[in-house]
């Protein structure tokens, strides 16, 4: 036996950081299984757009990054009976805010810009800002990036600034801005913090917002039907917007492209926008694998991560009605939402006249959803739910798995040649020095010989089950009843067993 502890102890002075694995989807049929689904997300969307008076819709089904479904409903010009196709391009409004965002990014990683510098270095006028108390700190880009720059919710008259020039969007400065919240005090969604970000994207870059957009993202994702202004887009492609009028769809003027592009100007196509989305979605999971991105994969995952949380809505419910509380942040240009199931949504609405569209991905699945549609605010976040929630529920498909790291395991072989008697646990070397204060050899034999008394005799000891590199649980069979074993590391190179349970399986 003691052989065999020198022999653990050797293998663990090994690199525990060397042994992360990412996590993978491991059904081999989970494909089939999606698009076992497609029938009635089909005539979901199809009912959704008719109850809701939608002249035309496009949407489309993501998975691992790939666009392997599409679907339409309608027309994209009334009049002329233009049918909706995924190559159809809509206006999706504050959709565009996330490529500001990594355009913001972008800048940050080449040393260009840093998060918290106060926007005022990129933006004089801004040193004019009178906040609410002489102690409040200056807006900085951060802020800008998750609506908490103290500016007031300012949709009505965000969504009709579109098309003004830069000189207007400056003058808002220069005349000195009202606010409704000191910064980095809460959050309140402000498209004029997104025209802001946009600003100083061309202040830094040296082009147009549009320009620097296009040649770092569209561009090296081979979004060649995307567009800023309308007028630009081919004959029989673009999307008129409409409002439900008395009965009957009436047309909305097209706003030009202009400064607030860069809170919700892009037009494009599901095809299109669905290169983007494999973006998001392929920075899942963290790895070792070369960058192929427009930004580095580490900063998409920042850029989905929730810095601002808004709200926990307690009496949420699923789609069927199930009770299902679910909190909501912000990340940059990005929302984020965890449910009572823990599955984690990111993605963002666009809503303006004439239109509204959503996107949502469930980063830990692999899927997403997204949906354009040309009526005022049209309610496709909605739509994209109940397509997700039809989607897992009936193709049952899970979440990634994260495979336990070798130190894991070591130490979970180690500990089960310990059990149940614990004998002269302290020679082995594999626990941390909290853990003899922290467990005391005679209760853990003790506590251990009675689960296993309960038992019966152990017939097998499963695989440690990771909840992430360094914590897990493995659970051991036995003739009557089954064991559940977890534990803990510590942060220490090789890691040690820190903390550490026993009991029955429920």
């Given at each position: 036996?003691?052989?065999y502890?020198?022999?653990?102890l050797?293998?663990s002075?090994?690199s525990?950081f060397?042994?992360?694995?990412p996590?993978?989807?491991t059904?081999?049929?989970r494909l089939?299984?999606?698009?076992?689904?497609?029938?009635?997300?089909?005539?979901?969307?199809?009912?959704?757009?008719?109850?809701?008076?939608?002249?035309?819709?496009?949407?489309?089904?993501?998975?691992?990054?790939?666009?392997i479904?599409t679907?339409?409903?309608g027309?994209?010009?009334v009049?002329?009976k233009?049918?909706?196709?995924?190559?159809?391009?809509?206006?999706?409004a504050?959709?565009?805010k996330?490529?500001?965002a990594?355009?913001?990014l972008?800048?940050?990683?080449?040393g260009k810009l840093?998060l918290?510098d106060?926007?005022?270095?990129y933006?004089?006028?801004?040193k004019?800002?009178?906040?609410l108390?002489?102690d409040?700190?200056?807006?900085?880009?951060?802020?800008?990036l998750?609506?908490?720059?103290?500016?007031p919710?300012?949709?009505?008259?965000?969504?009709?600034q579109?098309?003004?020039?830069d000189?207007?969007?400056?003058?808002?400065?220069?005349?000195?801005?009202?606010?409704?919240?000191?910064?980095g005090q809460?959050?309140?969604?402000s498209?004029l913090?997104f025209?802001?970000?946009g600003?100083?994207?061309?202040?830094?870059?040296?082009?147009?917002?549009?320009?620097?957009?296009?040649d770092?993202?569209l561009k090296?994702?081979?979004m060649?039907h995307t567009?800023w202004e309308y007028?630009k887009?081919?004959?029989g492609?673009?999307?008129?917007g409409?409002?439900w009028?008395?009965?009957?769809?009436v047309?909305?003027?097209?706003l030009?492209?202009?400064a607030?592009?860069?809170?919700?100007?892009?037009?494009?196509?599901?095809?299109d926008f669905?290169?983007?989305?494999?973006v998001h979605?392929?920075a899942?999971p963290?790895?070792?694998?070369?960058?192929d991105g427009?930004?580095?994969?580490?900063s998409?995952?920042?850029?989905?991560?929730?810095?601002d949380?808004n709200y926990?809505t307690?009496?949420?419910k699923?789609?069927?009605?199930?009770?299902?509380?679910t909190?909501?942040?912000?990340?940059y240009g990005?929302?984020w939402?965890?449910?009572?199931?823990?599955?984690?949504?990111v993605?963002?609405?666009?809503g303006?006249?004439g239109f509204?569209?959503?996107?949502?991905i469930?980063?830990?699945?692999?899927?997403?959803?997204v949906s354009?549609?040309?009526l005022?605010?049209?309610?496709?976040g909605?739509a994209?739910t109940?397509?997700l929630?039809?989607?897992?529920?009936?193709?049952?498909?899970?979440?990634r798995t994260l495979?336990?790291?070798?130190?894991?395991?070591?130490?979970?072989?180690?500990?089960?040649?310990?059990?149940p008697?614990w004998?002269?646990?302290?020679?082995?070397?594999?626990?941390?020095?909290n853990?003899?204060?922290?467990?005391f050899?005679?209760?853990?034999?003790?506590e251990?010989?009675?689960?296993?008394?309960?038992a019966g005799?152990?017939?097998?000891?499963?695989?440690v089950?990771?909840?992430n590199n360094?914590?897990?649980?493995?659970i051991m069979t036995?003739?009557?009843a089954?064991i559940r074993?977890?534990?803990?590391?510590t942060p220490?190179?090789p890691a040690?067993i820190?903390?550490?349970?026993?009991?029955?399986?429920?």
């Amino acid at each position: 036996m003691k052989n065999y502890f020198y022999l653990l102890l050797l293998l663990s002075t090994t690199s525990t950081f060397a042994q992360y694995k990412p996590a993978t989807f491991t059904d081999p049929d989970r494909l089939k299984k999606i698009e076992a689904t497609f029938p009635v997300i089909d005539q979901l969307y199809k009912d959704y757009a008719e109850k809701n008076h939608w002249p035309g819709m496009a949407y489309g089904i993501v998975v691992d990054g790939k666009l392997i479904h599409t679907g339409n409903v309608g027309y994209t010009d009334v009049a002329a009976k233009t049918p909706v196709t995924s190559k159809s391009d809509f206006r999706i409004a504050s959709m565009t805010k996330s490529l500001t965002a990594m355009a913001i990014l972008k800048l940050r990683d080449e040393g260009k810009l840093k998060l918290d510098d106060p926007a005022y270095l990129y933006i004089p006028e801004m040193k004019n800002n009178k906040y609410l108390t002489k102690d409040a700190v200056p807006v900085t880009i951060r802020h800008l990036l998750t609506h908490a720059a103290g500016y007031p919710e300012d949709n009505p008259w965000g969504d009709r600034q579109l098309a003004v020039s830069d000189d207007a969007l400056i003058a808002i400065y220069k005349k000195g801005v009202s606010f409704s919240n000191n910064p980095g005090q809460g959050y309140e969604y402000s498209n004029l913090g997104f025209a802001t970000l946009g600003y100083i994207i061309k202040k830094v870059s040296g082009k147009t917002y549009e320009t620097y957009i296009n040649d770092n993202i569209l561009k090296p994702l081979g979004m060649t039907h995307t567009y800023w202004e309308y007028t630009k887009v081919p004959k029989g492609q673009l999307a008129l917007g409409y409002r439900w009028l008395d009965d009957k769809w009436v047309e909305q003027p097209l706003l030009h492209d202009g400064a607030y592009g860069a809170m919700g100007g892009l037009i494009t196509t599901i095809e299109d926008f669905s290169k983007y989305m494999a973006v998001h979605m392929n920075a899942w999971p963290a790895r070792d694998d070369a960058e192929d991105g427009p930004v580095k994969r580490s900063s998409v995952r920042e850029m989905q991560y929730p810095w601002d949380v808004n709200y926990l809505t307690a009496n949420a419910k699923t789609t069927t009605g199930r009770p299902c509380p679910t909190v909501s942040a912000y990340g940059y240009g990005l929302r984020w939402a965890k449910d009572c199931d823990n599955r984690v949504y990111v993605g963002h609405s666009g809503g303006l006249p004439g239109f509204g569209s959503q996107w949502n991905i469930l980063p830990d699945y692999g899927v997403g959803v997204v949906s354009f549609a040309n009526l005022t605010y049209a309610n496709g976040g909605r739509a994209n739910t109940i397509a997700l929630d039809t989607l897992l529920a009936l193709s049952g498909i899970k979440p990634r798995t994260l495979p336990a790291s070798a130190i894991l395991t070591q130490r979970r072989d180690e500990l089960v040649q310990l059990l149940p008697d614990w004998n002269n646990p302290q020679s082995t070397g594999i626990f941390a020095d909290n853990f003899f204060m922290d467990y005391f050899p005679d209760k853990l034999k003790a506590e251990a010989t009675d689960v296993y008394a309960k038992a019966g005799k152990i017939t097998s000891v499963g695989e440690v089950i990771a909840e992430n590199n360094l914590r897990g649980y493995f659970i051991m069979t036995g003739e009557k009843a089954n064991i559940r074993v977890s534990f803990t590391l510590t942060p220490e190179n090789p890691a040690l067993i820190q903390e550490y349970h026993i009991g029955m399986v429920k």
